[in-house]
Nanobody, 115 residues
Framework: QVQLVESGGGLVEPGGSLTLSCPAS????????RGWYRQAPGKQRELVAT???????TYADSVRGRFTISRDRAKNTVYLQMNSLKPEDTAVYYC?????????WGQGTQVTVSS
C-alpha cells in the first residue's frame, strides 16, 4: 500500500507562484511514475503533469511553460512548481503514484487563484 499527502495549496494572486509537495510512504519501491492532476468545480479531473522513474515528463498544454514537475526519489516526494498562475488554474490538485498493482491518490489540496 502507498499513502500520499499533498501540501502547499492556498490562495494566490494572478501571476503569483505556488509549489505543491507530495511525499509517498508505504510500499514506495513499487512506484514507477508520479503525477499531478486537478479538478475544478463542475469539471472532470484532468492531467497536469507526470514524471516517470527515468525522468520523462509530460505536461498538459494549458500549463506547459508555467508549471514544472520534479521529484526527489530518495525522499519519495514529487513537487509541482506553479508560476504565472491564472484564475483558471483554480482547482483541487491531487497527487498520484502509479505502482505495480494499482494507482494511488492523495486527498487533494486546494489552489485558488484570485484577486
Amino acid at each position: 500500500q502507498v499513502q500520499l499527502v499533498e501540501s502547499g495549496g492556498g490562495l494566490v494572486e494572478p501571476g503569483g507562484s505556488l509549489t505543491l509537495s507530495c511525499p509517498a510512504s508505504g510500499s514506495t519501491s513499487s512506484i514507477y511514475a508520479r503525477g499531478w492532476y486537478r479538478q475544478a468545480p463542475g469539471k472532470q479531473r484532468e492531467l497536469v503533469a507526470t514524471i516517470t522513474n527515468d525522468g520523462t515528463t509530460t505536461y498538459a498544454d494549458s500549463v506547459r511553460g508555467r508549471f514544472t514537475i520534479s521529484r526527489d526519489r530518495a525522499k519519495n516526494t514529487v513537487y509541482l512548481q506553479m508560476n504565472s498562475l491564472k484564475p483558471e488554474d483554480t482547482a483541487v490538485y491531487y497527487c498520484n503514484a502509479r505502482a505495480t498493482i494499482k494507482t494511488y491518490w492523495g486527498q487533494g489540496t486546494q489552489v485558488t487563484v484570485s484577486s
